[in-house]
């Protein structure tokens, strides 16, 4: 079992910047592929970016926050990150950590054993 806590939301405006955490306890936090999902309001869950777990991690990222948001993991400190620049009010939304077994680039909901409260993230215009 592992237990993720989301913190670093907030409301920020357009062009800024903020930092997500992800602080796992439990399981091994290094044998974990980590992800960022992110719900905007009225529309699906859908995958953000992700990292796996072997040595500094294998990079992934959705279209929508290539070259704006970047992930990274200290698993000496079981926390994940998510930097997200150049905000913009279409990535408003709850964003949500999760942590897969599964190896490889992983980015369905479906393939994710574990999940996050959530964390709001607003960006005015």
């Known amino acids: 079992q592992v237990h993720l806590v989301e913190s670093g939301g907030g409301l920020v405006q357009a062009g800024g910047s903020l930092r997500l955490s992800c602080a796992a306890s439990?399981?091994?936090?290094?044998?974990?592929?980590m992800a960022w999902f992110r719900q905007p309001p009225g529309k699906d869950r859908e995958f953000v970016a992700g990292i796996t777990w072997s040595g500094s991690g294998t990079t992934y990222y959705a279209t929508s926050v290539k070259g704006r948001f970047t992930i990274s993991r200290d698993n000496a400190k079981n926390t994940a990150y998510l930097q997200m620049n150049s905000l913009k009010p279409e990535d408003t939304g709850v964003y949500y950590c999760?942590?897969?077994?599964?190896?490889?680039?992983?980015?369905?909901?479906?393939?994710?054993?574990?999940w996050g409260q959530g964390t709001q993230v607003t960006i005015s215009s």
């Open positions: 439990g399981r091994t936090f290094s044998g974990y592929t």
């Open positions: 999760a942590a897969s077994l599964r190896v490889g680039l992983v980015t369905q909901r479906s393939e994710y054993d574990y």
